[in-house]
C-alpha cells in the first residue's frame, strides 16, 4: 500500500530558521564576534543576489556593470563596512539591504569605478541560472526598480520552499512523486487532474487529494519559516506574506 508522504502535523525540519533571523546574523557579522556569521552572511548573499541585480539592471545598468556593481556591493558587506550601524528598528531586512545598495551606488562603487573598472575577483559564484538569463524574463514587466527587486524576492522565497519540499521527497525516494503532484501547488498552471494523478500513482482520487492537501499545508508551513527570519517580531509573518503576494501580483 502506498503510503502518504507528509503527516498532518509535520513541520519544517528547520525550525532553528525562527531563532535565526537575517538581523541577528548581520548584528554578528557586523560585531564580528560569531564563528559561523561570515558563512551565514554569505548564504543572505547568494540569496539576494539576484534580487539587487535585477534592481541595478532595472535602473539601466549594462550586464557587465550591474554584476560587478553587486559582487562589489557585496565584497563590502563581506568586509564588514556597512553593516557596523545595522539597526532592526528600521524594518524589513530586505528594505534594509535595497537601502545599503543604493547608498553604495552613489558612494562607494562609483569611487571604485573610478580608480578600476569591474569588482576585481567575484566574492563567490554563481551556480544558479546565469542572471540575465532571469532578468530576460522580468523584461516583460513594466516595473519600477523597486517593484522589480520585490518581485525577483518573492519568487526566490517560492522557489526555496520548492526545494524544500522537493529534497522532502527525493530522501524518501519519492522524487517524481513529487515532480508529479507539485502540479497542484499554489501558481502552477497544470492541467493534471486529481483522477489522472491518481492513475498514474495507483491511488485512488480521495488518497491524492489528502495527499495534496497535506502537501499545501507542508507548503504554507515552509513558506511561513523562511519568511520568519527577514523579520525583527514573528508576530510581523503575516505582513511580510502580504507583501509578498503583493509583490507577485504587479
Not at 12 to 17: M, Q
Not at 73 to 86: D, N, P, Y
Request: aromatic fraction near 10%; proline fraction near 5%; glycine fraction near 6%.
Amino acid at each position: 500500500m502506498n503510503e502518504p508522504l507528509l503527516q498532518e502535523d509535520a513541520k519544517p525540519a528547520n525550525s532553528e530558521w525562527f531563532v535565526t533571523t537575517h538581523w541577528s546574523v548581520v548584528l554578528a557579522a557586523g560585531q564580528g564576534d560569531a564563528p559561523d556569521a561570515q558563512a551565514a552572511l554569505e548564504q543572505l548573499c547568494r540569496t539576494y543576489w539576484y534580487p539587487l541585480y535585477a534592481f541595478v539592471r532595472r535602473l539601466g545598468h549594462a550586464p557587465p556593470d550591474a554584476e560587478d556593481l553587486v559582487q562589489s556591493f557585496f565584497a563590502s558587506v563581506l568586509e564588514k563596512k556597512s553593516l557596523r550601524h545595522a539597526d532592526p528598528l528600521r524594518g524589513r531586512f530586505r528594505t534594509f539591504l535595497l537601502a545599503c545598495l543604493k547608498n553604495f551606488t552613489a558612494k562607494e562603487w562609483q569611487r571604485r569605478r573610478a580608480g578600476k573598472r569591474g569588482g576585481g575577483t567575484p566574492v563567490f559564484s554563481l551556480d544558479q541560472l546565469g542572471p540575465e538569463v532571469l532578468y530576460d524574463r522580468e523584461s516583460v514587466h513594466a516595473l519600477t526598480p523597486e517593484q522589480l527587486y520585490d518581485r525577483a524576492w518573492a519568487w526566490g522565497v517560492l522557489e526555496r520552499v520548492r526545494d524544500r519540499l522537493r529534497d522532502d521527497y527525493a530522501r524518501r525516494g519519492q522524487a517524481q512523486r513529487f515532480a508529479l503532484l507539485e502540479s497542484f501547488l499554489p501558481g502552477e498552471t497544470s492541467e493534471l487532474t486529481y483522477a489522472e494523478a491518481g492513475r498514474q500513482l495507483g491511488l485512488s482520487e480521495g488518497s491524492v487529494k489528502a495527499e495534496v492537501h497535506r502537501l499545501k499545508q507542508r507548503y504554507r508551513s515552509w513558506l511561513r519559516t523562511m519568511i520568519a527570519p527577514t523579520v525583527t517580531h514573528l508576530d510581523e509573518v503575516d505582513d511580510e506574506l502580504r507583501a509578498l503576494f503583493a509583490a507577485l501580483s504587479v
